[in-house]
């Protein structure tokens, strides 16, 4: 008797994806077309979250009532169709050993669900995408890459039957593509918006791989609209001109064109030095306007009643035509963002006063709904009071801040170009409100006051400098409660001692 | 046939004779209960088995037609006990659970049903939750089958065997007077495959024609002494003999391949299939089960039948025992059957399978290679396709460098749990850390990230009776989790009335969503009395003040301030004793499921209706993410930041949203930024609506002339 080898089909999904119904849509396909098939799942538990697996076998029916063992667990490299629902997941089932390059014709989504230690991370914790697709292909006889969930939302269908079409598209199973069409139809739910998903996919299918389309922040092309914004032009090498406008602008908007000057002013000092190379200026442009465009209550209130910005609610919400919507934003200024908006004296007298008596951690909550007259009201009048800032306290506080951060950056300049590079990044660890604001200066006045002093002073030995910054950077980003970077500093404090010992 | 695959689930338990059943294993498992004429059925829900009890549930109709009695039970020793109506009356009752941790629960009851032995037949249908998938503890359950003389049956991983076994095991059970249970690995239970029905049997006796009168006075047929000194002679000496003689005539066990032959296997049925296919590979069997070694398949593993392993073993030189887990108690007994018999073939075991883990297609093919090459027959292919998965695997971690970023399974999106959580990482942040007692539930996800709390787990419902030691010796109150199921599965009397008996000094977090929801969202004793629901609505309260707690407060559980200030009260209070903090908020899975339809119909109908959700500023967020260490919710995710000047990703919330208010609550209680914004969408706004915000749009537009600060554009008004 002949021995038919099933055709075996492994699909990876996350909870609440519909993988379940997939599965079932390919079995019964896959019998209405007079095979044997056989399915079972690795469900998880009920909740909406976490990995899945559905493993399929199929097998033509040998006509004489003999029923075939089928196998409930994917063996590694005889997969023949892989089905995965989203890029990290996919990458998984490669480290599993589920996909061979020899045999498995892989379909999958691109698009990413990050996992809750990519997105808890203090930075960017983002696993690099091109990598993970380079393993598929590598690892794959044939790989179908694309964005499914987007020709899904495309579509106005769901992710699982966009899938299905893309099965049906690839011929990589032994079933007529009107199968899969009436499991849809039998199946008899959402058939309309099922068949609309499985006509996108196989159209995906049929014409190969779609161009992965990546929507990078664009930058306008150097070109200068006003005196200032030429200035900038002129003095700045192209690549550090390019952000530079960018920050020109942002500071123009976020005070005036003297602040935007005064901007232009700092990077200038450092344009002027050879060991300032356009890398270094680059990413100086970039944080330095950042660091100038610092979230105070005035600039937030500006932020929040910009123009256009209902616009965009709106439909990133998602909200229908006839729909109104209202919208109330989430506000708890303590007393640091409140009294930091008075002049440094007073305010750190009142603010002094208010820790003695313990109420420093006392926050106003509000909820200001900038769709009502009120609410935008109230943030209109913060917003005017653009003018008072250079008075405020936070603004000289900031301002002071700037200023030792580019003189670090100056003083190590002309020693060390890496290591300056390296002491502009550091102002990354300087961003956000409240405790995060509080909790990135402290990790930046450590990494200032035990790292980068200390090899500015020649007290640390001059090779480590770079990495050393780097490495403190690091560690700040690590850990919200600071033990990372605390325990690098122990170890740099070890180092002159360590050598002075070995001198002696 | 194909028409019959598309039934509906429980339509496809009306099939009768003459058609086919499609469908999954827990199913199968359903409609061969039915053919069998049970009378009862019951169980407690647990994965893999929980959709067993959810199809009985909800083919009630069904099961009143044919007159099986029901039983929601409230946890296994329950439903283990209710197979005591099977000692007395000529009764087949069936129930299920998840095992080890169901059969652990289930121990008392099972022993003393075990020894009174049974005249009705009494089936445990067990969901073997081993290996990938698993969620409990890796033990075997084949263990107490030994202890307590229970019959053990693991059939082929088909629905035709499976169908067998069920139906054979009603008559194991009556013609031995003992309970049998039928174990299911997960994949089984999953499995989506057909058999050929029979028509459902109505009992004899049953709900629709009960038993005109109970059982006369027997006092052998009780648990006690001094019956049971009989009962233990009765199950060696008469039980087992009964039930070997069965096995064998009814060729439940099966033996495939040639009759002879230098080496044979022994393998649990439910492993058949992946031994078939290495075999299969090796060029010793194919794809329909045609062996080239004889190897002989226990769809029952306990009790093994002495004569038929010496006939299988008579004149080999040496056989393999596949039996996944540990102790290999097959292994074990088969040894001494052969020792006992004078026999001398060599036995292969655990010496070339792991002891641990699940058997896998590359664990048993590296297993039989070592056992083939023991004995000097090679299977090329095998060892072949073992290399090439090992370069293959070695290729892989090399091209991905880094491991992978986990991902385990979380809480919901806007799930009612999630921010007890976040309230207790933040006054861990203000307090310091307190001892966290967690439990089995969905509450277990608290362990995960972002939040990684709790120090130890020792069962369902068994949280605060882990801390009762703890609270003795410990500065700081312990904080004990648990859910309303584990409350009323057995944290009401391990838990509470031990700790109130004892004055323990402790904090209890009990989290009333309303359902069973780790499970699949079965009812539970407290659950809302509704249409289709099995609740009756008890009270979690007036049953805790009942008992004595001195201390009882509810909190809703999204307003994370408030569970704050409630839990800080609790870990602070001067006064002693067990305080316990009722946390409320519905599951939102089930919730959802009302809801959604709900407010899907009233739009279309042109109602008025409003819907919430979140949004996150991306011009405001620095993209510092403390919100989602905070939360870890689905929906707030991260998206590459559009500010070239900042290339971070940002927090975004996508639009699975369901508006639970969370975002909000942290940010104020953490104050951590002004970047939420919570929406309130109107659909079908009526006039009062559309007025309120015609006046609202004009004097924004009078004041936006400059807004913003851009100095150029007028503010755009919400377009209607």
């Known amino acids: ?504 | 046939m194909a028409e019959v695959s598309f039934h509906s689930e429980i339509k496809s338990l009306t099939l009768s004779s003459g058609d086919t059943f499609r469908g999954e294993g827990i199913l199968a498992v359903t409609k061969a209960l039915l053919q069998s004429g049970v009378a009862y059925v019951g169980g407690y829900q647990g994965a893999p088995v929980s959709h067993l009890l959810d199809v009985l549930v909800q083919s009630e109709d069904l099961l009143s037609e044919l007159g099986v009695h029901l039983e929601t039970c409230t946890n296994e020793a329950a439903a283990a006990a209710m197979l005591g109506a099977s000692i007395n009356y000529p009764l087949r009752g069936a129930v299920t659970w998840k095992s080890i941790v169901g059969t652990n629960v289930a121990a008392d009851a099972l022993s003393n049903l075990a020894s009174a032995g049974v005249i009705g037949g009494a089936l445990i249908v067990i969901g073997e939750d081993y290996g990938e998938g698993a969620s409990v503890i890796q033990e075997r359950t084949h263990a107490f089958a030994l202890k307590s003389s229970l019959w053990l049956l693991d059939p082929r991983p088909n629905l035709p065997t499976i169908v067998r076994m069920v139906e054979k095991g009603f008559e194991l059970s009556e013609a031995s007077n003992t309970p049998v249970m039928l174990e299911l690995r997960i994949r089984a239970c999953h499995v989506y495959g057909s058999f050929d029905a029979k028509d459902n049997v109505a009992a004899k006796f049953s709900a629709k024609h009960k038993i005109p009168s109970p059982a006369v006075f027997e006092y052998d047929r009780l648990s006690h002494p001094p019956a049971t000194f009989v009962q233990e002679k009765h199950k060696m000496e008469q039980r087992l003999p009964k039930a070997q003689k069965f096995i064998l005539e009814h060729k439940l066990n099966e033996v495939f391949g040639p009759e002879n032959g230098d080496t044979g296997i022994i393998v649990q049925g439910g492993l058949f299939n992946v031994l078939n296919g290495r075999l299969a590979l090796a060029g010793l069997s194919d794809s329909f089960g045609n062996m080239k070694v004889p190897t002989l398949v226990l769809n029952v593993t306990h009790p093994l039948v002495p004569e038929q392993i010496v006939k299988f073993c008579a004149g080999k030189k040496s056989v393999l025992i596949v039996e996944e887990g540990n102790p290999e108690f097959i292994e074990q007994a088969v040894g001494q059957i052969l020792r006992k018999a004078v026999l001398n073939t060599k036995i292969f075991g655990k010496d070339v399978l792991p002891s641990a883990g699940e058997y896998t297609p590359l664990v048993i093919a590296r297993g039989l290679t070592k056992f083939l090459e023991a004995n000097g027959s090679k299977a090329p292919a095998l060892t072949d396709w073992i290399a090439q998965t090992d370069a293959h695997q070695k290729e892989i971690d090399g091209a991905l460098g880094s491991p992978l970023p986990p991902r385990p399974p979380t809480f919901c999106t806007g799930c009612p749990e999630r921010p007890v959580f976040s309230a207790m990482k933040l006054l861990k942040q203000e307090m310091g850390p307190v001892h966290v007692a967690a439990d089995i539930g969905c509450h277990a996800f608290g362990t995960f990230a972002p939040f990684s709390q709790g120090n130890s787990i020792l069962g369902y419902g068994m949280s605060l009776a882990s801390a009762a030691a703890v609270s003795g010796t410990q500065k700081q109150r312990p904080v004990s989790i648990m859910g309303d199921g584990g409350f009323w599965h057995n944290g009401l009397l391990s838990g509470v009335a031990g700790a109130v008996f004892n004055k323990d000094d402790s904090v209890l977090v009990i989290m009333n969503n309303g359902y069973s929801s780790a499970t699949g969202l079965q009812d539970i004793p407290s659950s809302a009395p509704e249409k289709d629901g099995r609740g009756n609505g008890l009270e979690i309260e007036s049953t805790l003040k009942s008992l004595g707690v001195p201390w009882v407060k509810r909190q809703r559980t999204y307003g994370v301030e408030g569970m704050m200030n409630t839990l800080r009260d609790a870990l602070t209070s001067d006064k002693k004793g067990l305080k316990v903090v009722i946390a409320d908020g519905e599951c939102q899975l089930a919730r959802q499921r009302r809801v959604k339809p709900a407010f899907a119909r009233l739009k279309n109908e042109g109602k008025r209706v409003e819907r919430t959700r979140f949004w996150v500023d991306p011009d405001v967020c620095t993209g510092d993410h403390s919100c989602i260490r905070l939360s870890g919710c689905p929906s707030l995710t991260i998206k590459p930041n559009e500010d070239p000047l900042r290339p971070d990703p940002i927090a975004h919330v996508n639009n699975d949203c369901v508006g639970c208010g969370l975002c909000g609550e942290v940010a104020h209680a953490a104050q951590l930024c002004p970047s939420f914004a919570e929406i309130k969408v109107i659909e079908n706004p009526n006039i009062l609506d559309r007025l309120k915000h015609r006046i609202s749009s004009a004097l924004i537009r009078l004041m936006g002339g400059n807004s913003g600060g851009s100095g150029k554009a007028p503010m755009p008004v919400p377009a209607e």
């Open chain 1, 1 to 504: 008797m002949q021995d038919a080898r099933p055709v075996r089909l492994l699909i990876a999904a996350l909870g609440g994806e519909g993988g379940g119904v997939l599965a079932s849509w390919i079995t019964n396909a896959a019998v209405a077309a007079g095979h044997v098939a056989q399915r079972t799942s690795i469900p998880g538990v009920a909740q909406r979250t976490g990995a899945t697996t559905y493993y399929l076998e199929i097998v033509p029916d040998s006509g004489n009532g003999e029923m075939p063992v089928l196998a409930l667990n994917p063996a590694p490299g005889e997969v023949d169709v892989m089905l995965a629902s989203e890029l990290l997941e996919t990458t998984r089932a490669v480290q599993a050993g589920s996909i061979t390059p020899s045999r498995t014709h892989l379909i999958a989504s691109t698009h990413r669900v990050f996992t809750v230690e990519e997105k808890s991370a203090m930075a960017d914790g983002r696993i690099d995408p091109q990598r993970m697709q380079s393993v598929l292909r590598q690892f794959s006889k044939s790989a179908l890459l694309a964005d499914l969930a987007a020709t899904a939302r495309g579509a106005n269908s769901q992710l699982n039957a966009v899938m299905l079409g893309a099965l049906a598209g690839t011929k990589a199973l032994p079933i007529a593509d009107d199968y899969f069409r009436a499991a849809i139809r039998t199946e008899g739910k959402a058939i309309d918006a099922n068949l609309r998903g499985f006509e996108a996919g196989y159209a995906l299918a049929a014409q190969g791989n779609a161009a992965e389309e990546r929507s990078m922040p664009v930058l306008r092309a150097p070109r200068a609209e006003n005196q200032i914004e030429a200035r900038a032009v002129r003095t700045l090498p192209r690549e550090a001109a390019e952000i530079a406008l960018e920050g020109v602008r942002r500071l123009t908007d976020y005070q005036n064109k003297s602040y935007a000057a005064l901007y232009l002013d700092r990077l200038e000092r450092f344009a002027r030095k050879p060991e300032a190379d356009s890398n270094f200026l680059r990413e100086l442009a970039r944080l330095l306007a950042v660091r100038m465009s610092f979230e105070d209550t005035i600039r937030v209130a500006q932020l929040k009643i910009r123009e256009g910005r209902i616009e965009r609610l709106r439909r990133e919400s998602g909200t229908s035509e006839g729909a109104l919507i209202r919208v109330s934003e989430f506000m708890k200024p303590g007393p640091e963002e409140i009294f930091s908006m008075l002049p440094p004296s007073l305010a750190r007298r009142i603010l002094a006063w208010i820790e003695k008596r313990g109420w420093s951690e006392r926050s106003i909550k509000m909820k200001v709904s900038t769709t009502n007259v009120f609410g935008f009201l109230r943030l209109r009048l913060l917003s005017g009071l653009r003018w008072w800032r250079p008075r405020t306290l936070r603004f000289a506080e900031e301002n002071a801040w700037a200023e030792r951060w580019l003189d670090l950056a100056e003083r190590t300049l002309v020693r060390d170009p890496e290591a300056a590079k390296a002491v502009v990044a550091t102002a990354s660890l300087v961003k956000g409100y409240g405790e995060t604001m509080k909790r990135g200066l402290k990790n930046w006045n450590l990494l200032a006051d035990f790292v980068i002093e200390p090899f500015l002073e020649g007290k640390l030995p001059r090779e480590q400098f770079a990495d050393a910054v780097t490495q403190g950077r690091i560690a700040a980003l690590k850990d919200a409660d600071g033990k990372p970077l605390g325990a690098l500093i122990e170890s740099l404090r070890a180092l002159p001692r360590q050598q002075q010992i070995a001198a002696e």
